[in-house]
């Protein structure tokens, strides 16, 4: 079955520490996004990807990173720099840049 | 700078009613989608539009491109179809906006 996978669906972090959320795809898809989504707030985009070996920053990039290595596979970095990282993760492929996107399950990130 | 706001925030109603979401954006667009998000937190694009009317089982999504607006209307609704619904709109290659969505709960 050909779909968007995140994991994991909870994540904690401990102040200072690094984490990564794992996004993949099979759907031969050549764009990908990474969204946050805050209570009350629309989706705001943080990174997003249109082709393998190429990122650009969203709206709201500060304290993550990302890379494109891979076709199917786009993780997500959330460093120490981002100060308030407690959110839901939502990871999108499209076949091409701003065509229908499909979403990942989402991943829960909670500070400790 | 593209605003999309959503109308109403929450909407209850009861099962079988015809339901209508308005979403109202402020530039001129390529595109405009409408997402359903369960739950769960899960999405699913539900229609990706750009002029007209486009129909799926007992959902319709209409957009006016004159008055930069669209509804998402649910016939014959069922309390499955409570999620919240979202509507987000793009110009060109600019990212897409996105409203803050309308809870929609359909009791039994």
């Known amino acids: 079955d050909g779909g968007i996978t995140q994991s994991p669906k909870y994540l904690f972090r401990k102040e200072g520490q690094n984490v990564t959320l794992s996004c993949e795809q099979n759907l031969n898809h050549d764009a990908m996004y990474w969204y946050r989504q805050d209570p009350g707030q629309g989706l705001r985009l943080i990174y997003y990807s249109q082709i393998v070996n190429d990122f650009q920053k969203g709206d709201i990039a500060e304290g993550y990173s990302v890379s494109r290595e891979k076709k199917e596979s786009f993780p997500l970095t959330v460093t120490s720099a981002q100060k308030n990282p407690t959110a839901f993760y939502l990871c999108?492929?499209?076949?091409?840049?701003?065509?229908?996107?499909?979403f990942g399950p989402g991943t829960r990130l909670l500070v400790l | 700078k593209n605003e999309v706001e959503q109308s109403p925030q929450n909407l209850t109603a009861q099962e079988g009613e015809f339901i209508t979401i308005n979403c109202s954006y402020s530039?001129?667009?390529?595109?405009l989608h409408w997402l359903q998000q369960h739950p769960g937190g899960g999405i699913v694009s539900l229609f990706m539009?750009?002029?007209g009317k486009k129909k799926h089982g007992r959902l319709i999504a209409t957009i006016n491109i004159q008055e930069k607006h669209s509804s998402l209307h649910i016939t014959a609704s069922h309390p499955r179809d409570s999620a919240v619904y979202i509507c987000?709109?793009?110009?060109?290659?600019?990212?897409?906006?996105f409203g803050t969505g309308t809870r929609l709960t359909i009791i039994p």
């Open positions: 987000a709109s793009n110009f060109g290659n600019e990212k897409l906006t």
């Open positions: 999108a492929s499209s076949i091409q840049y701003q065509e229908t996107q499909y």
């Open positions: 539009l750009s002029s």
């Open positions: 530039v001129g667009i390529s595109a």
